[in-house]
Each structure stands twice: as C-alpha cells, then as structure tokens.
C-alpha cells in the first residue's frame, strides 16, 4: 500500500500498524504515546490537528478481540490520550470511532472544528470532511497547527506530569 503523509512524504508499506509498531513508518510529530499494546499518534494521512489515532500493535481487528490485558492498557491509554486533548485544547469536542477493520484495531479521536460546520453534523459528514483536508489543510500554517497540539498532548504524557486517570 502507498501512502502519501500529511507532509508530503511517499509511503509504501504492506501493513499500517506494523510499521508503525516497527518504527518503520514516522508520523508526523511523532509517536504520542506507546504502551506495551497500543500506539497513539496524529494520523498519518489527515491534516487535521488533535486528529488521534490508537493503533493496535498486534494484529487484532475488534475490541473484542483484547485479551484481558490488552483491554485493561486500552482502556488506560483512552483515558490519557482523551485528557491530554482535552489539555491541549479544551475546546475540542471528539467524536469516537472505531471501524473494525483488519489487520489492526485503530480508534480514531476525530476532533469537532467550527470549520467541519459546513460538512454537517453527522457521521456520513467525516469522509467529506476528510477529503475535503487531504486536499487542502496540507498547509504550513496547519501543519504548525497540528505540531503545536501534538507537542501539548506530549508534554501533558510526559511522565514527568504524573497523569492522575
């Protein structure tokens, strides 16, 4: 599969998760957060700031699919990634979506912009609302955007800042 970044970058791979569990593939700012499950980081493809993507690294399509232990780090990693939006911006409201798809479980932190209005308030709205920022948020000003929030949400993940759940 090709992909190309928020930055502009071509990238081939065979499976998302696994590189991004490889550190084969660098998102744009980085990795947010990684557990011993679970990756968090802004996603790869969209330019939309607070946009945050769990990943699974092992290959599993479903929630229903975690092992106990699995289910129990998900459910913590939610929990700081969800605060640390919050904490970077308190304004943003989040949409929660988990499509099952394979090889990799991933939830997305879709992030609500007055800008979005447009689009409508329902969830058919997203895909246009996702096209809509691959074509033309792949700006410099948007791209400081979305290092801004990610460098927040780090700084809030810090261990250093002892997040209470």
Not at 1 to 19: A, H, L, R
Not at 84 to 102: G, H, L, V, Y
Not at 105 to 115: G, S
């Amino acid at each position: 599969m090709k992909i190309v970044s928020i930055d502009n970058q071509s990238i081939e791979t065979n499976c998302m998760g696994c590189s991004l569990s490889k550190k084969e593939i660098n998102p744009y700012g980085g990795i947010l957060y990684e557990s011993k499950h679970f990756i968090a980081s802004q996603d790869i493809e969209i330019p939309i700031p607070g946009f945050i993507i769990i990943s699974s690294k092992r290959h599993v399509s479903s929630i229903v699919d975690f092992s106990p232990e699995e289910l129990q780090d998900f459910n913590q990693v939610l929990i700081k990634i969800r605060k640390a939006i919050k904490q970077a911006d308190p304004n943003i409201s989040i949409t929660i979506i988990q499509k099952e798809t394979r090889p990799h479980f991933h939830l997305w932190l879709f992030p609500k912009f007055d800008w979005m209005n447009s689009f409508g308030d329902k969830l058919s709205g997203i895909s246009d609302i996702l096209e809509y920022s691959r074509k033309n948020l792949k700006t410099e000003t948007n791209l400081k955007e979305i290092s801004n929030i990610n460098q927040k949400i780090k700084n809030f993940l810090n261990p250093k800042n002892n997040i209470k759940l």
